[in-house]
């Protein structure tokens, strides 16, 4: 909204209200970014791979500046620029690395090369989480005006004094706080863990019955992995029918207007 | 009360849904945990927004909304109260936020509220807006948030009705005491209206005594000095017939405009409560209102016949207003026009001669001041601002090119009003007012400064 009007702006300030802890979460979310790039450089380093890591250290610095010195919020373009730096850095690590890195296909099945997986996918999990929480309870800046003068000020006071003389109440009401956003965030992850979990399970169940179902002479071996994608799949395609059918189902069942009843009834 | 659900997966979780999907895949497919990880992030997060639609699908919300008045005045304020009941077995943390149109901007609350309401629980949130532009306002609906994937997963309640709020002319700032307003009344009655010879209050003139006359009339001392009885005479009260134009065209908009309409209602609420007439006239290029207040209505009444008026932006056709006056028979009246300087002055004025012809005293109120807006010369814009740094134009150039520009543009107003006895008049901001900008010029029309005027010129 923009007024251009001197009295107007001498009485009402116009403020961007930021809501409490956005720059806790802005700051978790670089912090996180950083973190990320520095541990695969940090390992590009330990494990002798000079090209990964010149290539690891400059993408690091481009994102960690991009994140830090640009007035972009954070949104769908920061987190897409994200992901396409990390997809760049391991398409090109895969084909110029050499034997102790996490992009090394040989060595996956090494405990500390998975553990090193691990902690860096835990990263970029915490940037996405931050990521989302800020875009749901912090992105949206609003705009609210402010008494300046001491003409608004009055004016506003007098109001408020005078609503609560008449019928209509008047009564600030106070916004949920950080930890309460946070709780009701993490407790929306309870059911599809437990899902996921039992999509796992299933998994696992499923190549222990396909080895226990082959002849001992033939190819004794538990692989899990097989089995792990065919579940995967499967849960991709529900979510994908899922996000088709589900909006058609509660659009089904929304009542018609009165009007429109009323017009049918007579017909 | 209306319902009605908005659910939808956005664009963003159906890139996200394919990107988690495809990384969990790859991830597991070359066994590494830096794709399997985010991916199964990604489908938490997306599962997590259906489970909250599953969960949330019967859940019903029941929100009134209630205002505290139904019309209020430009740069006055508003409250809401909105009822919002849960009707769930659950508490519940919504989202809640209030739709207004852009007339509207929130005090100290922003419109949207994260709130917690336990289960058939209700509670009532208040938002108190300024009005911060006239004209048709509205209010609501309550949008309830439901999950906390909005970006993935829309999950939406929009409840509520939409209310309409009339937006009237601002109120004006200065107080003016009724002495003063009166007193420019006067002035004006004395100065403009026709002097007949009845029962007013005003002194006319003397004459000899008549048989009839009342004792309290006879003058003593013009008695004594001619030695025989002489009476006052009166003048007859006489009512002014005031024509308010309003130009609704060329560059009158912003808070120029609003200005000038709320001077118009002050000046129209002020003859309203006398024995005057008053006529409205709003034109454009063509007469858009005209308006004949009652007398002893209220200012409300006035204020909602001329609250929704809006600018057009095309050059007005004072002719036609004045053609149209013509037609009314509306003569022998002041004519009072609120325009400003802006646009093609001569072609602007077309129409004061016949105005004259009608035998109307002519006051043309300046809005065109340095408060309201700026002006500017578009032939030095085109040839000399190329030349300028930008900042430069805006901080010290534009505005001493305005002053000058607008002086000439004055005088050219005021050369025209001379050839027809009229007057021109600034309103110079908001610390002006246009029943002080009259009550000067009548002040120049005093008998005191008339002779001086005179003495001066002669």
């Given at each position: 909204m923009r007024i251009r009007d001197r009295i107007f702006e001498e009485d009402w300030e116009k403020i961007i209200l930021s809501v409490r802890g956005s720059n806790i979460a802005h700051l978790t979310h670089h912090i996180s970014g950083a973190i990320t790039f520095a541990l695969i450089t940090i390992q590009s380093a330990i494990s002798l791979n000079y090209i990964p890591f010149a290539i690891w250290l400059l993408l690091g610095v481009i994102s960690v500046s991009l994140d830090f010195f640009s007035n972009e919020s954070i949104g769908t373009a920061s987190y897409l620029r994200f992901g396409f730096l990390l997809i760049f850095g391991t398409i090109i690590s895969m084909f110029l690395v050499?034997?102790?890195?996490?992009?090394?296909q040989s060595t996956f099945g090494r405990i500390d090369i998975i553990l090193w997986q691990i902690i860096i996918g835990l990263f970029i999990v915490v940037r996405l989480f931050t990521a989302f929480f800020y875009m749901e309870y912090?992105?949206?800046d609003f705009d609210i005006v402010k008494p300046r003068s001491n003409y608004s000020r009055n004016q506003l006071e007098q109001y408020e004094q005078n609503l609560i003389k008449t019928d209509f109440e008047f009564k600030k009401i106070a916004s949920t706080s950080f930890w309460q956003k946070l709780s009701n965030m993490l407790g929306g992850f309870l059911w599809p863990l437990i899902i996921l979990t039992l999509l796992t399970l299933m998994g696992v169940g499923y190549a222990f019955l396909i080895y226990f179902m082959?002849?001992?002479?033939?190819?004794a071996e538990l692989n899990v992995r097989p089995a792990l994608i065919f579940m995967a799949i499967l849960y991709s395609v529900l979510l994908i029918r899922a996000s088709a059918v589900l909006p058609k189902t509660m659009m089904k069942k929304t009542s018609i207007p009165e009007n429109q009843d009323e017009s049918i009834k007579k017909v | 009360m209306n319902s009605k659900a908005n659910i939808e997966l956005t664009k963003n979780g159906k890139t996200f849904l394919l990107l988690s999907s495809i990384s969990v895949i790859l991830g597991l497919a070359i066994d590494n945990f830096l794709f399997i990880i985010p991916g199964c992030f990604f489908w938490l997060i997306i599962s997590s927004a259906f489970i909250y639609f599953l969960t949330n699908r019967n859940v019903e919300f029941g929100v009134s909304i209630k205002l505290s008045k139904e019309h209020v005045r430009n740069r006055g304020l508003i409250a809401i109260a909105a009822e919002i009941t849960n009707t769930a077995e659950k508490p519940r943390l919504v989202r809640i936020t209030l739709s207004y149109s852009y007339h509207f901007t929130c005090i100290d609350t922003p419109e949207t509220l994260n709130i917690r309401i336990q289960p058939k629980e209700s509670k009532k949130i208040h938002w108190l807006l300024l009005a911060a532009r006239r004209g048709n306002g509205s209010v609501g609906p309550i949008e309830i948030s439901l999950s906390p994937f909005q970006s993935i997963f829309i999950n939406r309640r929009i409840l509520g009705d939409i209310k309409s709020i009339k937006i009237l002319p601002q109120r004006p700032r200065i107080y003016i005491p009724w002495k003063t307003k009166k007193d420019l009344l006067l002035k004006m009655v004395h100065e403009f209206a026709h002097r007949i010879r009845g029962r007013g209050d005003e002194f006319h003139s003397l004459r000899e005594y008549q048989l009839g006359?009342?004792?309290?009339?006879?003058?003593w001392f013009a008695t004594a000095r001619q030695e025989k009885l002489i009476s006052k005479e009166f003048e007859d009260q006489k009512n002014l017939h005031f024509l308010i134009f309003l130009d609704l065209g060329s560059?009158?908009?912003?808070p120029k405009f609003d200005y000038a309409l709320s001077s118009v209602v002050e000046l129209s609420s002020l003859i309203q409560g006398t024995q005057h007439d008053l006529a409205i006239i709003a034109y454009e290029e063509e007469v858009q209102r005209y308006i004949i207040p009652q007398v002893g209505k209220n200012e409300l009444k006035l204020m909602l016949n001329l609250y929704d008026l809006e600018p057009t932006g095309i050059q007005s056709n004072f002719m036609r207003a004045v053609k149209f006056v013509k037609n009314q028979r509306l003569h022998h009246s002041v004519a009072i026009i609120f325009s400003?300087?802006?646009?093609e002055i001569t072609q602007k004025l077309l129409g004061l001669h016949l105005l004259r012809s009608m035998e109307s005293r002519i006051i043309f109120v300046n809005f065109s001041t340095m408060d309201f807006n700026l002006l500017s010369s578009s032939k030095w814009l085109q040839n000399?601002?190329?030349?300028?740094?930008y900042n430069q134009i805006l901080g010290h150039v534009l505005p001493s090119l305005v002053k000058d520009e607008y002086k000439q543009r004055e005088i050219l107003v005021r050369e025209i009003l001379f050839t027809v006895g009229g007057d021109f008049v600034d309103v110079?901001?908001?610390?002006?007012n246009v029943i002080l900008s009259l009550y000067r010029l009548m002040k120049k029309y005093s008998p005191t400064q008339r002779i001086i005027r005179e003495a001066i010129r002669g």
């Open positions: 050499n034997f102790d890195s996490i992009f090394f912090f992105k949206s082959i002849p001992s002479n033939a190819i | 006359d009342q004792f309290k009339h006879i003058h560059n009158m908009f912003g400003d300087l802006e646009g000399q601002s190329i030349h300028k740094e110079k901001g908001y610390d002006d």
